[in-house]
């Protein structure tokens, strides 16, 4: 039998929420194209959930606040 947890951390945040002040916004967006600009990362900046901080990141960012 195979059994897989997924678990991130000891704590779960909302998805998108870059700045981790609790709310996906515009300031999530300007901070996760300022950590892709500086080839940076957080550990809520991998929006999209694929291992890497990239431009990927920023349109699955700005497609939560378009569906928001
Ligand atoms: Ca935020
Ligand atoms: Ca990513």
Redesign the pocket.
Known sequence: MCRVAFTVGAASFLRG?????????I??VTMLALLVLAQSENIRSDVNNDGETGIADITALVNILISN
């Open positions: 929420d870059v700045n981790g002040d609790g709310e996906v916004g300031a999530d």
